[in-house]
């Protein structure tokens, strides 16, 4: 195990859990000083509504953060963006009135979210009688059983007297040093759970740092909005700092960026660095206590980071799920989000809005499978339950010929990119992918596949155009599945380096294709190059040419274009064509000329040539283009450096 797992984190989030009144702010600010009710409609009212933030500094250097959130039923939604990336719940239940309704949601919550640990505080204990407080003790040890927190401590304490405080607050530090510090390697990632101005400074959002780090001037992108920034300042509890880390709650200060244009769900990472989704496949797990079963097509709530979307979730494989059941499902959602596989996600129904289930997302881009096909079960199965390599082989065998870039298989995968980079080696190292370059890979099975497709198509193209030298790569690459450029572009780099194709400009070949003519064919080959030859500065059309043989055609008779495709004839303009050496002849007689008399006139070009204007002009035009001469009002000269002057 690397040292650093071994060491503990400098920085634990601690949230509060709880129902509402049951003394959770109080505690907070007991141990704090900080009273996290800010807002004026939280003292009006006397509870919370909103995310409080207070933190703890031990002498040894750990900080503890603490996220204090709200109890009210009607406000599980913020709980839930609070407590998105939280390392320990500290779970408040009141001594007088013992476990309540949101005592269990909220504990729920912490367990779909797989918070690891944690710990109980019986507050209000001023307020019981000792038996009394033995029997909750044991009531609540009783609910805790089934859950990540059995055996956890369970503290009394009174805020008002501050009896059981100094206990409380040994317990949470000793638990919070047994807190794995997070990795740094992956890439940066902060859910963001307020915006605010800060005069002089402009925006500023807060979070907890999920994975990464994240430095001043970093170039960030607030998801799933597009809008990009730069990281003007940072702070972390309360002190600037010029890097922030995973785990710690941040404050960003963006530069440019309006308060206005970003919302609590948003989510701050590099620019690049993940995707949006409209569709995420995941584990499904629905709540013992869930009111009634999950129908297919059900409309929930789906919370994922501090990120609530309504969605419909699609049962795979089965249309109906039942309370303390799991499944593989789709969720189809009204707003793109912005996750990555591994993260944990809460559902709750749309009505009555309470807590049903959740699970962990597994592919955040996927595959437009048909819902029940067993192929969509394999393929989640595989990603739920393979080493990250066969996660990686899988993601590049559902993108088939397109290949995926490693951008791409970054923003889908959880493992970051220095990681990510080993899995992709050793896949390649295995023969399980193939890298188009350093950047683009595919998987083996799709490469065979185009490369058999591709030579199939070519034999297939040789067999019914036996007279054509090649296909034009454009045409071969749409057909063989409109392959992607440099997926197809390497293939056929691979088929030339083994012999197996040949191409020239922008035709291709079978090495092995030859033209083979019928004796009557080569007649008309060798006919109309005869023709053509001695014809000179004059020659005849197409049409005439052939018809002097016995076949009725135009320029585009296979034959007439077997002379061009081997360039023996050479088109002029439109149906104009010479033969090579006529054309070589001319060119020859009029640089001759131009050496001499260093320009020429369509009148001198017709007598040098003993031609009409029918055949001077165009030769003219033609020159011109193959930049031998230059034009100067009527007249042409010869081009300074140009392909004859030299
Ligand atoms: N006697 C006594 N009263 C307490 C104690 N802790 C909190 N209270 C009182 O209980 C009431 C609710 O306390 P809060 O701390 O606001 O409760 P909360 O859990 O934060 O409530 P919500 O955030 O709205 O869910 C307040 O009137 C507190 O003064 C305690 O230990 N003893
Ligand atoms: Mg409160």
Not at 266 to 293: F, I, Q
Not at 306 to 332: C, D, I, N, P
């Amino acid at each position: 195990m690397p040292a650093r797992l071994m060491s503990q984190a400098t920085h634990v989030v601690v949230g509060t859990a709880g129902h509402i009144d049951h003394g959770k702010t109080s505690l907070v600010k007991a141990l704090t000083g900080t009273d996290t009710d800010r807002l004026p409609e939280e003292k009006a009212r006397g509870i919370t509504i909103d995310l409080g933030f207070a933190f703890l500094e031990e002498p040894d250097g750990l900080t503890i953060e603490i996220v204090d959130v709200p109890g009210h039923e009607r406000f599980v939604k913020n709980m839930l963006a609070g407590v998105g990336g939280i390392d320990l719940a500290l779970l408040v239940i009141a001594a007088d009135e013992g476990v309540m309704p949101q005592t269990r949601e909220h504990l729920a919550i912490c367990s779909l979210l797989r918070i690891k640990a944690g710990m109980v505080a019986l507050t209000k204990t001023d307020m019981v009688e000792p038996d009394w407080l033995e029997l909750v003790k044991d009531d609540v040890a009783r609910l805790l059983e089934p859950t990540f927190l059995a055996g956890c401590p369970i503290l009394p304490v009174s805020s008002k007297t501050g009896q059981g405080l100094p206990e409380l607050r040994t317990a949470l530090a000793e638990l919070a040093r047994q807190v794995a510090p997070k990795g740094v390697d992956q890439t940066a990632r902060l859910p963001i759970d307020r915006v605010f101005t800060v005069k002089g400074f402009g925006t500023v959002i807060t979070g907890t740092l999920g994975a990464g780090r994240v430095a001043v001037d970093d170039r960030m992108e607030i998801y799933p909005r597009g809008l990009q920034s730069k990281v003007r300042g940072l702070q972390v509890h309360g002190h600037a700092v010029t890097q922030a880390q995973a785990g710690q709650r941040t404050a960003v200060n963006l530069q440019g960026i309006e308060r206005v244009a970003i919302e609590r769900g948003d989510v701050l990472a590099p620019a690049g660095g993940l995707v949006s989704s409209v569709l995420v496949d995941a584990t499904v797990e629905l709540l013992e206590d869930a009111p009634r079963p999950i129908k297919m097509r059900d409309r929930v709530r789906f919370h994922v980071g501090t990120q609530e979307v309504m969605a419909r979730l699609l049962l795979v494989g089965q249309t109906e799920l039942s309370q303390g059941g799991r499944a593989y499902g789709r969720f189809r959602l009204e707003a793109p989000v912005v996750a990555l596989p591994g993260d944990r996600y809460v559902i709750r129904s749309y009505s009555p809005i309470i807590t049903i289930g959740g699970g962990t997302l597994l592919d955040v881009a996927p595959p437009r499978f048909k819902r029940k096909a067993p192929a969509l079960l394999a393929h989640l199965t595989l990603l739920e339950t393979g080493t990250p390599g066969q996660v990686v082989e899988e993601h590049l065998r559902q993108t088939g010929a397109a290949g995926a870039r490693l951008a791409d298989l970054r923003a889908r995968t959880p493992f970051g990119p220095e990681r990510l980079r080993e899995l992709v080696d050793a896949l390649q190292q295995s023969g399980a992918i193939v890298g188009v370059d350093r950047e683009w890979y595919i998987h083996r099975a799709a490469s065979d596949r185009l490369r058999g497709e591709t030579l199939a198509l070519l034999e297939a193209f040789h067999a019914d155009n036996p007279l054509r030298g090649g296909i034009s790569r454009e045409e071969l690459r749409s057909r063989a599945g409109n392959a992607q450029e440099r997926v197809f572009a390497q293939l056929l780099t691979i088929l030339e380096a083994a012999g197996v194709v040949r191409s020239e400009k922008d035709q291709v070949r079978l090495a092995a294709h030859s033209i083979r003519l019928s004796p009557e064919q080569q007649r008309v080959v060798d006919g109309l190059e005869a023709d053509f030859r001695r014809a000179g500065a004059t020659p005849p059309s197409p049409e005439e040419a052939l018809g002097r043989l016995g076949v009725k055609g135009t320029e585009r008779h296979e034959l007439f274009q077997l002379l061009v495709a081997d360039r023996r004839l050479l088109r002029v303009k439109e149906s104009l064509y010479f033969h090579v050496e006529a054309l070589q002849t001319i060119q020859d007689k009029l640089v001759g000329h131009l050496r001499e008399k260093k320009d020429i006139g369509p009148a001198d070009m017709k007598d040098l040539l003993g031609v009409t204007r029918k055949y001077a002009i165009p030769l003219m035009e033609y020159f011109d283009g193959q930049r031998v001469t230059v034009r100067q009002g009527e007249r042409r000269v010869l081009r300074p450096g140009g392909t004859a002057a030299g």
